[in-house]
């Protein structure tokens, strides 16, 4: 199909087909939409926008976090992700620009789509990835070059993960050489995707090893959910595994004012938990940062990239030693 041919589908003229690719806010929302519709229903790719796009070449590229302002400043992870990214990009003369999304306040979809086809930036850096995430399609259809942080239920796409499921399996494994038999999983939101491999990891690393008992919260990051959980919960485990350092931290804060001398695991080996001394999965979030910004760079040049899968690894510090028997 033709652009010629959508446009005669719609009823409109081949100038507004061309503005919806190329000039979304100049046409009407419903008119908008009826072409989008129409396009992906019957298969029709603006391939002259792609090519355009792949033609032209800024040197520019978007870490687009979907949070609010005050998260990014405050979130670790971010933090050392960037230091990855930025030194790569500052190294081969190439700019990064992190941008803030609120996803209450901004239409995601109408946010990329206008990115992408203001030809302003060469590829973008997915994060915070969902299932079925509507970012991925739109890039896929716009044949835009992005890389995704993580994975999900579909893997379409070029990723940089760290191993989240070998996480909570060594995790896992940490608890059983210390003897623990009640442990405390708490989880961020269980919704996403690393989320959910972390989990799997620890719960199969538990498997057939006797009488262990799991209990299985979700904290979702928030120091207050982490403190009731454990007030819930406060004299039948003996040993805490939490699938971020932030919730970590929590717990440790939480048993040490009430006297609770158990081993306690994290995940993600930031800074807090360097000063903490606490015992953590390292993702190595710098190296992600760096190959999620290699890979994207080579596909923006057209070159062949795959995804890749980075190692995890225990670091044990303080929170082991207590209870050692």
Known sequence: ?????????????????????????????????????????????PHSVAKSLRKRFTGLFLLAVLSEVERVFEDSYTSKFLKGAVGYFSENNLKLVVDVVNPNKTNVIEYYRSLVLSKMIDGVILMDLKDDDERVELLNELQFPYVCVGRNNRNNFIYVDSDNYNGG????????????????FVGGDPTLPFERDRRNGFFNGCKGHGDITIVEEYGYYDE????????????????????????????????????IDVPIVGFDNIHLS??????????????????AAEKLYRLSRGQKVDSELIS???????????LIP
């Open 1 to 45: 199909m033709d652009i010629k041919e959508l446009a005669n589908l719609c009823g409109v003229s081949v100038a507004t087909v061309s503005r919806v690719f190329n000039e979304p806010e100049k046409v009407r929302e419903s008119t908008r939409e009826l072409v989008l519709s129409m396009a992906k229903k019957y298969g029709y790719s």
């Open 169 to 184: 399996y060594i995790a896992a494994e940490h608890f059983l050489s210390l003897r623990r038999k009640k442990l405390l």
């Open 224 to 259: 207050k959910k982490v403190k009731e959980i454990l007030e819930i919960y406060q004299g039948k485990f003996d040993g805490i595994f939490c699938t971020s350092d932030v919730m970590a931290y929590a717990a440790l804060r939480f048993c040490e004012r009430n006297g």
């Open 274 to 291: 360097e000063i903490a001394n606490l015992t953590t999965v390292d993702q190595h979030i710098e190296v992600v940062g760096t190959k």
């Open 312 to 322: 995890t690894e225990l670091i044990v510090r303080g929170t082991k030693r207590f």
